[in-house]
């Protein structure tokens, strides 16, 4: 389905600005999900905690965690999996410790 911007929009450049929104939009959900599996990987499963450490609402941490749970059986999720969480720890370091257990970053 080709989404058409609404008939208010005259300007080309109008156009393009819901277009780049539209881009955002879709890179902030696929980082912020991203960043959930990272969560994930670590043992964080709380809903409240998750939510918390995300800065977004449990509510919305419900819908991913679900989104997870119904597609993490698929066929090619263990590896499609493996290379996000690798991508994203690239992306999203740990803070290595020093050997008194505080942050050496």
């Known amino acids: 389905m080709i989404r058409r911007p609404p008939k208010s929009t005259h300007s080309r450049s109008s156009a393009a600005s819901d277009v ?18 990272l969560l994930i990987s670590h043992g964080i499963t709380d809903n409240k905690e998750i939510s918390r450490l995300l800065v977004q ?16 059986k698929g066929d090619h999720w263990p590896e499609a999996n493996q290379e996000f969480l690798e991508q994203l720890k690239v992306l999203y370091p740990a803070k290595k410790k020093d050997r008194g ?5």
Request: no cysteine; proline share 0%.
């Open 20 to 37: 780049y929104k539209r881009q955002h939009s879709i890179k902030r959900y696929v980082n912020t999900f991203g960043r959930m599996l």
């Open 57 to 72: 609402s449990e509510r919305l941490t419900k819908e991913y965690l679900e989104l997870y749970e119904k597609y993490k």
């Open 101 to 105: 257990g505080k942050d050496a970053n």
